[in-house]
T-cell receptor, first 114, second 114 residues
Framework: EAGVAQSPRYKIIEKRQSVAFWCNPI?????LYWYQQILGQGPKLLIQ????????DSQLPKDRFSAERLKGVDSTLKIQPAKLEDSAVYLC????????????FGPGTRLTVL | AQSVAQPEDQVNVAEGNPLTVKCTYS??????LFWYVQYPNRGLQFLLK??????LVKGSYGFEAEFNKSQTSFHLKKPSALVSDSALYFC????????????FGAGTRLFVKA
């Protein structure tokens, strides 16, 4: 079974530029999560989808971050414009309906904002 | 509000010795508790979870964790540490009151010396 796929693995941008990350969850997993992991901290949930609907986006900075999961499969997270403090690893995870509590994580995208 | 604390930034143990990585939590309702491990440049990998029932939970790679309701703790243990266990370990909690968010601790780095 293929795992959660993310791209790109690394991205370096200047502040005020925009960036997008892509995630393809494990096949059949209805729930998809985006986390931000700042160096030295645990992952912080940005947004959670159930199929293509948003379940929780309370910690998503909506003035600059957006995410979509149009067909209930893969997802894109965008930052526009980026700030220095957005430098982090962005992790995507997914879980299946019959075991929604167990999350499977992708390798992450390391973003550096200069 | 949910919270989780990992009081040790780093745990050092000799190979073959038992290891313990500590975690305490705070939730409104009953907790769902998790341990994940993160190897360098990789996403988090699920180790084990406590939902209900037996307080001692067994997981992957010989790890186990003990749920202690009175002390609100969920410490990760292994009887005999391996050098390959060296990694970053995250405790996480979610409550059963209907919230969807999983809260992660800041992580504990485990170093196993040969």
């Amino acid at each position: 079974e293929a795992g959660v796929a993310q791209s790109p693995r690394y991205k370096i941008i200047e502040k005020r530029q925009s960036v997008a990350f892509w995630c393809n969850p494990i096949s059949g997993h209805a729930t998809l999560y985006w986390y931000q992991q700042i160096l030295g901290q645990g992952p912080k949930l940005l947004i959670q989808f159930q199929n293509n609907g948003v379940v929780d986006d309370s910690q998503l900075p909506k003035d600059r971050f957006s995410a979509e999961r149009l067909k209930g499969v893969d997802s894109t997270l965008k930052i526009q414009p980026a700030k220095l403090e957005d430098s982090a690893v962005y992790l995507c995870a997914s879980s299946q309906t019959r075991d929604v509590l167990t999350q499977y994580f992708g390798p992450g995208t390391r973003l550096t904002v200069l | 509000a949910q919270s989780v604390a990992q009081p040790e930034d780093q745990v050092n143990v000799a190979e073959g010795n038992p290891l313990t990585v500590k975690c305490t939590y705070s939730v409104s309702g009953n907790p769902y508790l998790f341990w994940y491990v993160q190897y360098p440049n990789r996403g988090l990998q699920f180790l084990l979870k406590y939902i209900t029932g037996d307080n001692l939970v067994k997981g992957s790679y010989g790890f186990e964790a003990e749920f202690n309701k009175s002390q609100t703790s969920f410490h990760l243990k292994k009887p005999s540490a391996l050098v390959s266990d060296s990694a970053l370990y995250f405790c996480a909690v979610r409550d059963d009151t209907g919230g969807f968010k999983t809260i992660f601790g800041a992580g504990t780095r485990l170093f196993v010396k040969a």
